[in-house]
């Protein structure tokens, strides 16, 4: 691994929510890749209304790691196995990653995780069972509705990269966020 950068930006929520906060069409992408992969309490569906949560604050701090990989990693071809063991490798380190969203939470604003937690080995809501850790777990942007994609090339001017072919791509960036300001 190259460099990991961490890229911030500040916004509006309303005009954050108003330009991409889609969460019909999001969520269904998100509840689709849980019959695919595992479910996951942090994941839709929910028993609230998210537009509760992005009505509730003014601010909203998104907050991107992108690590940037060497020219040695990205040489390399990986059989699918390495590649999947590469790839579990960079989510386990979104925890390490998310305590410097956690360091900025207060009463008055709300840590959103790097995607799908992954706090847990095994996530409770595949066996019917409570959060083991509601007080760690957060929801993500796109569990809430964001279009992450969207937000990334808008914001950041940069796209999410995906792996395929036994390649790495260029970066992988892990994007979350801080909600702020509450009303």
């Given at each position: 691994m190259s460099e990991i950068k961490k890229l911030t930006v500040d916004v509006?929520?309303?005009?954050?929510?108003?330009?991409?906060?889609?969460?019909?069409?999001?969520?269904?992408?998100?509840?689709?890749?849980?019959?695919?992969?595992?479910?996951?309490?942090?994941?839709?569906?929910?028993?609230?209304?998210?537009?509760?949560?992005?009505?509730?604050?003014?601010?909203?701090?998104?907050?991107?790691?992108?690590?940037?990989?060497?020219?040695?990693?990205?040489?390399?071809?990986?059989?699918?196995?390495?590649?999947?063991?590469?790839?579990?490798?960079?989510?386990?380190?979104?925890?390490?990653?998310?305590?410097?969203?956690?360091?900025?939470?207060?009463?008055?604003?709300?840590?959103?995780?790097?995607?799908?937690?992954?706090?847990c080995m095994k996530c409770t809501r595949d066996f019917n069972l409570a959060c083991k850790m509601p007080f760690k777990m957060r929801y993500s942007i796109e569990a809430l509705g964001g279009d992450v994609d969207k937000t990334v090339e808008d914001l950041f001017e940069c796209k999410i990269l995906y792996a395929q072919n036994g390649k790495l791509p260029e970066y992988l960036m892990f994007v979350g966020g801080l909600l702020y300001d509450k009303k």
């Open positions: 509006d929520v309303d005009e954050y929510y108003k330009n991409y906060v889609d969460f019909e069409r999001i969520s269904k992408l998100c509840i689709e890749e849980q019959e695919m992969l595992e479910y996951n309490w942090s994941y839709p569906p929910f028993d609230f209304d998210t537009d509760e949560i992005w009505h509730s604050y003014n601010k909203l701090k998104i907050i991107a790691f992108k690590i940037d990989f060497s020219d040695e990693e990205l040489n390399h071809t990986f059989s699918d196995e390495e590649l999947q063991y590469v790839l579990k490798r960079f989510e386990r380190m979104k925890i390490k990653l998310m305590n410097e969203i956690y360091i900025l939470e207060n009463e008055d604003s709300l840590g959103l995780f790097l995607g799908k937690c992954n706090l």
